[in-house]
Nanobody, 126 residues
């Protein structure tokens, strides 16, 4: 089973930046789509961004223009660069992966994802 490990969360002031990482040690996921989801207290898990094996991306409207998803296949790592952070971005951020040829509307839902990390806390507060 693929184990995904997130890192890089923390406390940042509004307007600040943070980068979270998702690693899959000991396993290649070149043919997988890598997604980021987040869950705030009392809310459902929501889609943030996804990047496919060929570099195509898709973002939630709430983060478009502020967040950038990327991946380094040689390092088996995906990244989420978060800029202009807002208090409403506060949540536990999870990375996830599933094998697919192309992105679709389903890529923005948790259902298709087979592998998940344990999550990393991101808190945006002054």
């Amino acid at each position: 089973q693929v184990q995904l490990v997130e890192s890089g969360g923390g406390l940042v002031q509004p307007g600040g930046s943070l980068r979270v990482s998702c690693a899959a040690p000991g396993r290649t996921f070149r043919s997988y789509a890598m997604g980021w989801f987040r869950q705030a207290p009392g809310k459902e898990r929501e889609f943030v961004a996804v990047i496919n094996w060929n570099g195509s991306t898709y973002y939630a409207d709430s983060v478009k223009g502020r967040f950038t998803i990327s991946r380094d296949s040689a390092k088996n790592t995906a990244y989420l660069q978060m800029n202009s952070l807002k208090p409403e971005d506060t949540a536990v951020y999870y990375c996830a992966a599933y094998q697919t040829y192309g992105l679709s509307a389903a890529s923005a839902r948790p259902g298709p994802y087979d592998y998940w990390g344990q999550g990393t806390q991101v808190t945006v507060s002054s």
